[in-house]
């Protein structure tokens, strides 16, 4: 059974950091895609950044670039969302995504054939 678990969210002011990780179990993503998306109340399920485990490529959303960092530890099937200078725009539930096989735009969640439970991030202004 293939498993996404999600933490590192909470609460943070403004300007400030915080790392989600996020660990597979069950199989691993090498030859796929990993990403993160975010919900924000009353809002789609969007788009954060995305890593190509076996390469180390990375793709990110206008919004974030600059200031979110995704990266991979093969070695143990995670990946980690570093997330500074943040903003009351990027409270949301943050999402885990993966598949095993690289298919169509990152970008869309229909690329992706997993994912985990969220974990609340909250910016306070």
């Known amino acids: 059974q293939v498993q996404l678990v999600e933490s590192g969210g909470g609460l943070v002011q403004a300007g400030g950091s915080l790392r989600l990780s996020c660990a597979a179990s069950g199989r691993t993503f090498s030859g796929g895609v990993m990403g993160w998306f975010r919900q924000a109340p009353g809002k789609e399920r969007a788009f954060v950044a995305a890593?190509?485990?076996?390469?180390?490529?990375?793709y990110y959303a206008d919004s974030v670039k600059g200031r979110f960092t995704i990266t991979g530890d093969n070695a143990k099937n995670t990946v980690f969302l570093q997330m500074d200078s943040l903003e009351p725009e990027d409270t949301a539930v943050y999402y885990c995504?993966?598949?095993?096989?690289?298919?169509?735009?990152?970008?869309?969640?229909?690329?992706?054939?997993?994912w985990g439970q969220g974990t609340q991030v909250t910016v306070s202004s």
């Open positions: 995504a993966a598949t095993g096989s690289s298919r169509g735009p990152v970008s869309s969640r229909r690329a992706y054939d997993y």
């Open positions: 890593i190509w485990p076996s390469s180390g490529t990375t």
